[in-house]
Nanobody
Framework: QVQLVESGGGLVQAGGSLRLSCAAS????????MGWFRQAPGKEREFVAA????????YYADSVKGRFTISRDNAKNTLYLQMNSLNPEDTAVYYC???????????????WGQGTQVTVSS
C-alpha cells in the first residue's frame, strides 16, 4: 500500500503560480511512477503530467506543456507540480497517483490521493 496526500492547492489569480506537493508513505516511493490528474466539475478526470521512477522521463498534457513542471524528490518521498501562468481553465481538483509505469491513463495507476482544490480567478 502507498498512501498519498496532496497539498498546496488554493485560490490564485490568472497568471499566478502554485506548487502542489504529494507526500507518499508506505511502500518505497522510488519504486513507482507518479502522475498528476485533475477533475473539474461535470468533467472527466484528465491527465496532467507524469514522471518515471527516477525522474528522468516526464510527460505532459498539451494543455499544460510549457506552463507546468512535474518533479520528484525520492529522498523526501515527495512529488511536485509547479504550475505557472495559471488560467481559469486550470480550475479543478488535482490528484496525484502512483503506478507501475508513467502513463496518461488513470486506470493504470494503483494508488490515489484525496485531491487538492485549485481555483484560478479571472
Amino acid at each position: 500500500q502507498v498512501q498519498l496526500v496532496e497539498s498546496g492547492g488554493g485560490l490564485v489569480q490568472a497568471g499566478g503560480s502554485l506548487r502542489l506537493s504529494c507526500a507518499a508513505s508506505g511502500r518505497t516511493f522510488s519504486a513507482y511512477a507518479m502522475g498528476w490528474f485533475r477533475q473539474a466539475p461535470g468533467k472527466e478526470r484528465e491527465f496532467v503530467a507524469a514522471i518515471n521512477w527516477s525522474g528522468g522521463s516526464t510527460y505532459y498534457a498539451d494543455s499544460v506543456k510549457g506552463r507546468f513542471t512535474i518533479s520528484r524528490d525520492n529522498a523526501k518521498n515527495t512529488l511536485y507540480l509547479q504550475m505557472n501562468s495559471l488560467n481559469p481553465e486550470d480550475t479543478a481538483v488535482y490528484y496525484c497517483a502512483a503506478g507501475r509505469v508513467a502513463t496518461t491513463r488513470p486506470n493504470q495507476y494503483d494508488y490515489w490521493g484525496q485531491g487538492t482544490q485549485v481555483t484560478v480567478s479571472s
